[in-house]
């Protein structure tokens, strides 16, 4: 019997970690979604330790990929084969589970983005730039504050029949509109709404400035779940908004494809991540005063011994053999 | 007397040749660190953009190592960076600082007052002696400009990796340690054959990117987080058209040939903008143009946070971008700018130009 060849995916987000398996054909056999919960060293090795504890019996690991803004930690602790940013990887996750979408709105922990797909390639993108309103870390705090549970958040604001205004531009003031509506007596589920409203009109206005965005259109990343968020997109934009099966995992399948195209080209895979996890990692900062820029590294240790070390303008450390 | 300045990527080069040979006593600031920005965080108002917050932090930091004159060009507001010289001597004035302001405005309006200027800080010089001075300086910076060409073309096509930063970096520590523009000339010369013999990868054809914005977030690399080094890394060719060479063309020499270029480029931006709306947004548009006829794969423009020029050049680019199809991407850079975020467009970018290029290259 031939062994069954699988393509791990990690995107290693703010909020989030999230944790895929796929099998050649693109098929996602086990898929994860963790919080990251400000420890993303436990939780990433907690995750892959579910992960192969699910894994069919014969198989094993032939390429992995990472992405996320903790890339470089994830790719230090398994030995990744490609470590790839989140546009790229998010991209090419639609191109191959929607191949005729034309726009991808993206809405993650602390990150949104937009990226425009043309002709089967990402054609053009943006990031939200100064401020973070509207992202998933702003909802949570939101529901913690109204004391609703995150997953019932957007079904609330599909009842509201009259959605109160709220300013939506940073999410300080925003807040501060909310107490203001509720203490005027305005319905919860009307302040919901108005807040979803008001966190698409942000992203149009600021993440999708100046973008064309044409059908079909792609709605994902955490915040996707939130069904008000989806309902307001639908309305502002005048089209139906697609939300995929695995929306919450689609930059850990990017990063799990490009693995596989990687490993086409005939390499065997680098990946350790299930020997790795059963050592200990640890991580050290300290201050270069090696020149006046004064860099901050940071050395990442298996085992007590350095295996990455970044952080570093020069390149002097991160150069250095590792042991 | 003491005379310092500020920073500008290499700009401390050429006028640490000049100082030195007039024999004129001269502080150079510390390399922009993170405690320069704090400083100048600290003096400017909080709107002011990145580049008046840098200089303070400059000033500062020299003047407590000893420095008692600030010369600065003060280029008679094209944008708001032409009142920072008066402003900046108002703010140190506040905290007490105890020193001379020289600002050094553009000849054309009161040539006398110019020279009047230059001589207070030529001092005792003979004249020929500070023409002398001068004509080394501006010499220098023709041949940093050529070594500066040469990194920018090897570090996409490096065999071994990092090793243009690592000559860069050596010839940056090396450069301190020269006196005048004789050794700062041969120190150029050397490092620009050993950039030169660089070994390079076989048959690679790296993208192409122009560098397009505001003058001093182009040149300084603290300001645009090294933008070219990261470039160069993910093995791009960075193509830019404004330095310290091309701005003292413009506003110094009397090169008829240059300007007449000049012109003939600018007006490559005619469709799009045809005069001079402050600042660098001119060049911006004009040199988004020129890229596209030279066939570049992709255009990044970068403005400091506030930067009212450029934000209107920022509003054209998508425009240039769709007539003449080439991806345009803009960064606004201010302190309180992520690297990763920043580290992520641009690995982005990279890649989405490479994904093109190898479908045009399919298609044909």
């Known amino acids: 019997m031939s062994k069954l060849e699988l393509y791990l995916g990690l995107d290693v987000g703010s909020v989030s970690i999230n944790l895929v398996l796929l099998n050649k054909d693109y098929r996602v056999l086990e898929k994860l979604y963790l919080r990251t919960q400000g420890k993303p060293i436990e939780v990433l090795k907690e995750g892959l330790e579910k992960l192969y504890e699910s894994m069919p019996a014969g198989s094993n690991v032939s390429g992995a990929g990472v992405t996320g803004s903790g890339r470089e930690l994830a790719a230090a602790m398994v030995n990744a084969d490609v470590v790839k940013n989140e546009i790229t990887a998010h991209g090419m996750a639609v191109l191959q589970y929607i191949p005729n979408a034309q726009t991808i709105l993206e809405i993650g922990g602390q990150d949104s983005k937009i990226i425009l797909l043309r002709n089967g390639v990402v054609a053009d993108f943006a990031m939200n730039t100064v401020c973070a309103a509207g992202t998933g870390s702003f909802l949570d705090r939101q529901a913690a504050r109204l004391n609703i549970p995150i997953q019932e958040f957007g079904s609330l604001a599909l009842k509201s029949k009259s959605p109160t205004r709220i300013a939506g531009r940073c999410a300080v003031f925003a807040e501060s509109d909310m107490i203001h509506k509720q203490q005027m007596g305005c319905r919860r589920e009307d302040i919901i709404k108005g807040l979803c409203e008001a966190l698409v009109r942000n992203y149009l206005n600021n993440v999708g400035k100046g973008k064309e965005i044409l059908p079909q259109i792609v709605f994902q990343g955490g915040v996707a779940a939130n069904e008000g968020i989806k309902k307001s997109f639908e309305e502002a934009l005048g089209h139906p908004v697609i939300v995929p099966e695995h929306y919450d995992v689609m930059g850990a399948l990017g990063a799990a494809i490009l693995a596989h195209r990687e490993m086409m080209r005939g390499e065997a895979t680098k990946f350790c991540g299930f020997h790795s996890i059963k050592g200990s990692f640890a991580t050290n900062t300290f201050s270069c005063s090696g020149c006046p820029n004064l860099c901050e590294i940071v050395e990442f240790y298996l085992d007590g011994k ?8 020069c390149g002097n450390w991160s150069r250095k053999e590792s042991v | 007397m003491t005379i310092t300045f500020p920073h500008m990527g290499w700009l401390y080069i050429p006028v640490k040749a000049l100082f030195d040979d007039l024999n004129v006593p001269i502080v150079v600031p510390p390399p922009i660190n993170n405690k320069t920005l704090e400083i100048g965080t600290l003096l400017a108002p909080e709107m002011a953009c990145l580049p008046m917050k840098i200089n303070l932090g400059n000033y500062v930091q020299s003047i407590e190592n000893g420095a008692d004159t600030i010369v600065l060009t003060g280029s008679c507001g094209p944008c708001r960076f032409g009142y920072y010289g008066v402003v900046e001597q108002e703010i140190l004035r506040d905290q007490g600082y105890d020193v001379d302001i020289i600002i050094l405005d553009a000849p054309g309006r009161d040539p006398r007052e110019f020279v009047n200027r230059i001589s207070r800080i030529t001092g005792r010089s003979p004249l020929f002696k500070g023409l002398k001075a001068f004509f080394q300086a501006s010499k220098i910076i023709e041949e940093m400009d050529k070594l500066q060409q040469v990194f920018l073309r090897k570090r996409p096509r490096e065999l071994a990796k990092g090793e243009t930063d690592r000559i860069q970096t ?19 010369e050397k490092y620009r054959h050993k950039a030169e013999t660089i070994q390079e990868r076989p048959d690679t054809t790296p993208l192409r990117i122009g560098l397009v914005g505001e ?16 470039l160069g890394s993910l093995g791009v060719e960075v193509h830019r058209g404004i330095t310290i060479r091309d701005w003292v063309k413009t506003h110094l020499s009397l090169d008829l040939k240059y ?18 709306i402050g600042g660098h947004a001119w060049e911006t548009i004009a040199s988004a143009v020129h890229y596209a006829d030279m066939g570049l794969d992709g255009v990044i423009q970068i403005l400091p946070f506030g930067c009212m020029p450029e934000i209107v050049a920022e509003s054209i680019i998508p425009t240039i971008s769709k007539d ?29 130009l490479s994904r093109r290029k190898e479908i045009i290259y399919e298609q044909a």
């Open chain 2, 170 to 188: 050596r010839f940056e520590k090396e450069v301190m340690k020269c006196k005048g523009s004789r050794e700062i000339l041969a120190l150029i």
């Open chain 2, 215 to 230: 003058i001093y977030t182009l040149i300084e690399p603290y300001v645009n987080l090294n933008v070219e080094k990261k």
């Open chain 2, 324 to 352: 003449l199809d080439i991806p345009a991407m803009t960064l606004t850079v201010d302190e309180l700018t992520g690297e990763a975020g920043y580290q992520t467009r641009l690995e982005a970018f990279v890649d989405l």
């Open chain 1, 306 to 313: 350095v295996k990455a070390r970044w952080g570093d303008r």
């Open chain 2, 259 to 276: 300007k007449k270029e000049r012109k003939e480029k600018l007006d490559k931006g005619a469709g799009y903008l045809n005069l001079c």
